[in-house]
């Protein structure tokens, strides 16, 4: 039993009132399961279990052991996992690292080792915390932000719009770590493989620039502009909408002449019913709530046929 000490905590110091030095600079990875909440109440410790081990053997068959080996502040999160690493060796966990857990959970999902299928979103991100080896270790903004991103729109969007037999892995990396790893040539995995996207969390003030990385993908990558002015020009059969942001970007605009335009979150019913547009006929109602990829895959000529 631990003796009970009458003394004060030691005072937490305020910050910007004398210089200190710097925590080490920690690589971070986070991962997640995806609809871990909606599963049966009997499939949690299971889960929370397997996250980890599908991790390990992931660093193992890439040759990256030693990332588990001298982890640092790791945690289980129930439904997900992180850890600390040598910074040096975040191009490591961006590739190959990522695309073996693809491959470790296509095993485990497709073959049946498990009963309870997973699919694993991940956040990579790079920052100064403190390793007091204790159960307080590792607490910082730059830990904060790695689950920020790891509950952002964009990442949950990949996942939920891929086939769930193809893509297992969605990752979003934080704006440094892809400036330092990925735009600097020290990752082996070409630029084309990411996608700029503005990451946000629903119901939490956070916003920062990220980019999206998907192994194996199944469908579209989730696309979006940071900053964008959206300007939707005024026509006959429809009404002019503006978002404006205080930051100078470039302006989109945006027209559907002969119907409704969506540019976020459809609540509702709404009605449609055009004569030919782009050779297209559409007529019939799109009820409910409207988010995510909304448009069409066009294999060959689209106009063929229709001179």
Same mark, same amino acid.
């Given at each position: ?10 005072r ?10 710097l925590p ?7 991962v ?5 909440t909606?599963?049966p109440?009997i499939?949690?410790e299971?889960v929370s279990r397997?996250?980890?081990e599908?991790l390990?053997?992931a ?9 588990w080996?001298d982890r ?13 690493f040598d910074?040096t060796r ?6 190959? !690292?990522l ?6 959970l296509?095993d485990?999902?497709?073959?049946s ?7 694993l979103?991940?956040?990579v991100h ?5 390793d007091?080896?204790?159960e ?7 830990r904060?932000?790695t689950h ?6 964009p ?7 891929h086939k769930e ?6 990752a979003i !990396?934080?704006d440094?770590c892809?400036e330092d790893a ?9 630029l084309d493989?990411?996608?700029e996207?503005?990451?946000t969390v629903?119901g939490?003030p ?5 980019w999206?990385y998907?192994?194996q993908?199944?469908?579209?990558l989730?696309?979006e ?8 020009e005024?026509t ?7 978002a404006?942001?205080d930051t100078?970007a470039?302006?989109?605009?945006n ?5 409704n335009l969506?540019?976020g979150t ?5 009605s449609v019913a055009?004569r ?5 006929y559409?007529e019939?109602?799109k009820a ?20």
């Open positions: 039993m631990r003796e009970f000490t009458s003394e004060l905590p030691q937490i110091s305020r910050p910007n009132t004398h210089s200190q030095p080490a600079y920690r690589g971070i990875l986070a997640d399961a995806k609809g871990f909606g599963r109440a499939e949690h299971a397997v996250v980890p599908l390990k053997t660093l193992f068959r890439a040759e990256l052991q030693d990332l080996e640092t502040f790791p945690a289980s999160t129930g439904d997900g996992y992180i850890f600390g910074p975040m191009p490591f966990v961006i590739h190959p !690292l695309l073996m857990l693809q491959d470790v296509t485990y999902n497709v073959l080792y498990g009963a309870v299928p997973i699919r979103r991940a956040s790079v920052g100064p915390l403190p007091t080896r204790d307080f270790s590792g607490n910082g903004t730059a904060n932000d920020r991103l790891l509950d952002s729109r990442v949950k969007a990949v996942l939920a719009s037999k193809i893509t297992h892995v969605a !990396l934080s440094r892809y990925v735009a600097s040539g020290y990752t082996g995995r070409h493989h990411f996608v996207v503005a990451a629903e939490k956070f916003s920062q620039r990220a999206i998907v192994p993908p199944s469908g579209p989730y696309e502009v940071p900053d964008a002015v959206t300007t939707v005024p006959q059969e429809g009404a002019t909408a503006q404006h942001d100078p470039p302006q989109v605009r027209s559907a002449p002969h119907g969506n540019t459809v609540h509702g019913g709404q055009n030919h547009v782009a050779g297209d559409v019939g109602n409910g709530r409207v988010r995510g990829f909304q448009g069409d895959q066009v294999r060959g000529n689209k106009y063929q046929g229709r001179q």
